[in-house]
């Protein structure tokens, strides 16, 4: 087969480029780096595989391959053979190996004898590499140990009359605070951990009674370590009892003020790091701890991609990330000399999210301030990115590295929501009962011919012999599926008459669009703009139990908290300016320069290209075409 070459590859995974906002800012020359990446290549753009989102277009960038060959349907899977809402109570196990039915250009660049290094990415957890590294960083996948245990703090520890300060308060009060902030965590064997480390106040120049720093000891080594006002200590190394188990943790300390008698300190205390379980091989995580975390990394949120919180801490932390991440790469290159890098940064989605409808003059929400407020928040997180990948130029390209600059949707500005669970319902598709002891609505399913999800948004006719509740006859089938159709193709806004749905088709019509495998609902539905389904509650996307708020909705309602989507929706929608296409660039020895690509492309042209560049077989699994469109 095919042999490795000079050739490098880093994919800067850039996640909801929306691609008129990436041409509107570089026009407005504020995005120098990408202007210049871009200028010394070729820029283009390409429709996701539906439907487009987040799990299932990572993952056909990393194989070539579609929805219908992969099977990573959006956040939610329906299994063949699980009960029809089973699959709404595992978010996000789309993104594990074990859930992909194709296989990943970074594996075969293993198996060429490439060091693959897979950072941060929304599919593939966890790839065992013969030669390379795959880490989490920020984005939560199932299957997982948390990374920060507890959050960092600054505190004050004061010695009374009666205390030693020489006798390890600092150590025993650090250990005390640990398990006083979570209850639910413990230091292993207490009494080895409170004697084998010994933190105590420091005289420099005891002849001058002054106290000016930190002793830190390890006994099982006998080694000490003066830490002066305002420098880091060494990491510390503690055992953690937690629900997942006994976790390996490390965190250190910074002394902010030290009072010169001994009466007290104040102490800062970095975040307590657990190092197993989110990387492959586990080893590499303690080296990201150790030289690359330095801020309080997220604890799991429900949903992945919300702003909790102020825009401006948001865009703060945003910051961090991008260069957090870049430091971790750069790291990665030294330590283990990757070649194959590729990488996801989230933020651009969240803000998406949260503020594309203000930048729609037809949107409900608009107005010139509010445009003034969102836009301004867009184009600080968009100079984000391009700082990011200014750095990674300096940093981690050189003249042998292909560089692809790559986001994995679009989105278009919502201001509505279609109610689909309220639609199958009136159309006597779906049946409900209320459960007293829950006050909720529970479906009936000796009465419910068809069960809807919305990522991804796929309706399943509940067919008797193939799904465990199942009352629908194989004889019944077609009907029950032109029912499901006509339901969603007639719904309209009864405030305005519009359709709020697009498109309804079988899934095997759905081919054109990938979406006709086993994983694939008997009814592929796609939303007209600006209706969406989502508005940041997690339990209303499961149609088997709603809150009697949610249950009793109407058919179309405005949002509240979400004003941007994308995973509805058709891959060549577009919407005022919007798009749910995706701009890329490709940069690098034996790649146009300063070329626009005209025709847009899909995504699974991707993985074809990358190796065919790096001159290794394509994925097992790829459908794409190589671009050679994109080659000198």
Same mark, same amino acid.
């Given at each position: 087969?095919?042999? &490795?070459?000079?050739?490098?590859?880093?994919?800067?995974?850039?996640?909801?480029?929306?691609?008129?906002?990436?041409? &509107?800012?570089?026009?407005?020359?504020?995005?120098?780096?990408?202007?210049?990446?871009?200028?010394?290549?070729?820029?283009?753009?390409?429709?996701?595989?539906?439907?487009?989102?987040?799990? +299932?277009?990572?993952?056909?960038?990393?194989?070539?391959?579609?929805?219908? @060959?992969?099977g990573v349907t959006s956040f939610y899977m329906h299994l063949p053979g699980e009960a029809l809402d089973l699959g709404m109570k595992y978010r996000s196990r789309t993104q594990l190996y074990q859930n992909c039915k194709a296989q990943y250009?970074?594996? @075969?660049?293993?198996? =060429?004898?490439?060091?693959?290094?897979?950072?941060?990415?929304?599919?593939?957890?966890?790839?065992?590499?013969?030669?390379?590294?795959?880490?989490?960083?920020?984005?939560?996948?199932? =299957?997982?140990?948390?990374?920060?245990?507890?959050?960092?703090?600054?505190?004050?520890?004061?010695f009374d009359s009666k205390n030693n300060v020489t006798k390890n308060k600092i150590g025993k009060y650090l250990i005390d605070n640990i398990e006083s902030i979570s209850p639910e965590l413990s @230091?292993?064997?207490?009494?080895?951990? &409170?004697?084998?480390?010994?933190?105590d106040l420091n005289k420099s120049e005891p002849e001058n009674e002054i106290y000016d720093s930190l002793k830190i000891t390890i006994n099982h080594n006998g080694k000490s370590k003066v830490v002066k006002e305002n420098e880091w200590s060494q990491w510390i190394s503690i055992n953690i009892n937690s629900d997942y188990g006994v976790l390996p943790s490390l965190f250190r300390i910074k002394p902010i003020k030290i009072d010169p008698n001994g009466k007290y300190i104040q102490l800062e &205390?970095?975040?307590?790091?657990?190092t197993k379980g989110w990387s492959v091989p586990e080893s590499f995580g303690e080296k990201l701890v150790k030289y690359v975390f330095e801020y309080d990394l997220p604890k799991k949120r429900e949903v992945e991609f919300m702003i909790y919180g102020k825009m401006k801490h948001f865009l703060e932390y945003a910051? =961090?990330?991008?260069?957090?991440?870049?430091?971790?790469?750069?790291?990665?290159?030294?330590?283990?000399?990757?070649?194959?890098?590729?990488?996801?940064?989230?933020?651009?989605?969240?803000?998406?999210?949260?503020?594309?409808?203000?930048?729609?003059?037809?949107?409900k929400v608009y107005s010139e301030k509010k445009e003034e407020n969102a836009l301004k928040n867009v184009q600080i997180a968009y100079r984000i990115?391009?700082?990011?990948?200014?750095?990674?130029?300096?940093?981690?390209?050189?003249?042998?590295?292909?560089?692809?600059?790559?986001?994995?949707?679009?989105?278009?500005?919502?201001?509505?929501?279609?109610?689909? +669970?309220?639609?199958? +319902?009136?159309?006597?598709?779906?049946d409900y009962r209320f459960v007293q002891s829950q006050q909720k609505y529970t479906i009936n399913w000796n009465k419910t011919l068809a069960f809807p999800y919305m990522e991804p948004p796929f309706i399943w006719v509940n067919l008797k012999g193939r799904d465990p509740q199942g009352i629908v006859r194989k004889q019944e089938y077609e009907t029950v599926r032109d029912q499901i159709i006509d339901a969603l193709s007639s719904a309209r806004d009864p405030e305005t008459g519009a359709k709020v749905i697009e498109m309804a088709l079988r899934k095997e019509e759905a081919t054109y669009y990938g979406l006709n495998g086993e994983r694939v609902g008997d009814v592929v539905y796609f939303l007209k703009p600006p209706y969406g389904v989502f508005d940041g509650i997690l339990d209303a996307l499961d149609a088997s139990s709603l809150s009697s708020k949610e249950y009793n909705k109407p058919l179309t309602y405005d949002t509240k908290r979400f004003f941007g989507a994308h995973a509805y929706y058709t891959p060549e929608t577009k919407f005022g300016n919007f798009s749910v296409s995706v701009p890329l660039i490709m940069n690098g020895n034996g790649i146009k320069k300063g070329a626009f690509l005209k025709?847009?492309?899909?995504?699974?042209?991707?993985?074809?290209?990358?190796?065919?560049?790096?001159?290794?077989?394509?994925?097992?699994?790829?459908?794409?075409?190589?671009?050679?469109?994109?080659?000198?």
């Open positions: 087969m095919m042999g &490795r070459n000079k050739r490098k590859l880093l994919v800067i995974g850039i996640d909801q480029a929306i691609p008129y906002l990436l041409r &509107r800012f570089l026009k407005e020359g504020i995005l120098p780096n990408i202007q210049h990446f871009a200028d010394n290549g070729i820029i283009g753009e390409a429709y996701s595989s539906a439907p487009c989102d987040t799990p +299932t277009n990572w993952t056909t960038i990393a194989t070539g391959a579609t929805t219908a @060959v992969h250009i970074w594996d @075969v660049a293993d198996t =060429n004898k490439f060091k693959p290094f897979i950072l941060n990415y929304p599919s593939g957890w966890p790839s065992i590499f013969k030669n390379g590294v795959m880490s989490l960083f920020t984005w939560p996948i199932p =299957n997982s140990l948390p990374k920060m245990l507890i959050k960092s703090v600054i505190d004050t520890i004061i @230091v292993e064997s207490q009494n080895h951990y &409170r004697n084998n480390i010994n933190i &205390r970095s975040g307590v790091y657990n910051r =961090n990330e991008s260069l957090s991440l870049v430091q971790a790469i750069d790291f990665a290159k030294k330590d283990m000399n990757w070649n194959v890098c590729f990488f996801h940064y989230h933020p651009l989605d969240t803000i998406n999210h949260d503020l594309l409808a203000y930048l729609d003059k037809d949107s990115v391009d700082e990011m990948v200014g750095e990674l130029m300096k940093r981690c390209i050189d003249k042998d590295t292909i560089t692809l600059f790559i986001s994995d949707h679009g989105a278009i500005p919502i201001w509505k929501l279609a109610n689909i +669970t309220k639609i199958l +319902t009136k159309a006597g598709l779906m025709k847009i492309i899909n995504l699974t042209d991707i993985a074809p290209t990358l190796s065919y560049l790096l001159n290794i077989p394509k994925p097992e699994h790829a459908k794409g075409n190589i671009l050679y469109d994109f080659l000198e």
